[in-house]
Antibody
């Protein structure tokens, strides 16, 4: 059974940093692209970043490029999102999602339950 | 990276059919057959309902179907049931090697 468990959310001040983790199980983690998708309170889904499963290509939304870094540790079956210079409008539930294959073009077939990040002073 | 355009809300009675549209451009929806649809119930994580325009994952009811014409993709739900009431999001791969979501559609089963 595929399981994705996010952690690391919490309250952070504007301009601060936070690192999210997503522990994966139930599939061969290294073979699949993995993404972070966020959802602000009462709003829609917004793609944040994807790490491909075939050697290390990373993709970012323009809104986070240069501030967020996606990484993965295939030996620990874990995906990360390092978030720097956080803004109030980035308050959201951050979801980790597995893609159907190793490339970013494929759909996200499994999602975690999300971790809440609150950016506020 | 502009969001895809979806109607804010649609509604239908039990047993009826509804269609949710998702309009993009030639650089996303119109340019690739990589449109997917997600269902999200309140307080829950999204669930994949359709991938590559018209392919339902295993376990998804055959009442759900997908299609695409030009820059617009569509999700049709036939034989509406109360459990279908949820938010629905479309998504597409984009030419800039990114992923774009629609703004979401709230489906109400009357």
């Amino acid at each position: 059974e595929v399981q994705l468990l996010e952690s690391g959310g919490g309250l952070v001040q504007p301009g601060g940093s936070l690192r999210l983790s997503c522990a994966a199980s139930g599939f061969t983690f290294s073979n699949y692209a993995m993404s972070w998708v966020r959802q602000a309170p009462g709003k829609g889904l917004e793609w944040v970043s994807t790490f491909s499963g075939n050697g290390g290509t990373r993709y970012y939304a323009d809104s986070v490029k240069g501030r967020f870094t996606i990484s993965r540790d295939n030996s620990k079956n874990t995906l990360y999102l390092q978030m720097n210079s956080l803004r109030a409008e980035e308050t959201a539930v951050y979801y980790c999602a597995k893609h159907r294959s190793f490339v970013v073009v494929t759909a996200m077939d499994y999602w975690g339950q999300g971790t809440l990040v609150t950016v506020s002073s | 990276q502009s969001a895809l355009t979806q109607p804010a809300s649609v509604s239908g009675s039990p047993g009826q059919s509804i269609t949710i549209s998702c309009t993009g451009t030639s650089t996303d929806v119109g340019g690739y057959n990589y449109v997917s649809w997600y269902q999200q119930h309140p307080g829950k994580a999204p669930k994949l309902m359709m991938y590559d325009v018209s392919n339902p994952p295993s376990g998804v009811s055959n009442r759900f179907s997908g299609s695409k014409s030009g820059n617009t993709a569509s999700l049709t739900i036939s034989g509406l049931q109360a459990e279908d009431e949820a938010d629905y999001y479309c998504s597409s791969y984009s030419s800039s090697s990114t992923v774009v979501f629609g703004g979401g559609t709230k489906l109400t089963v009357l």
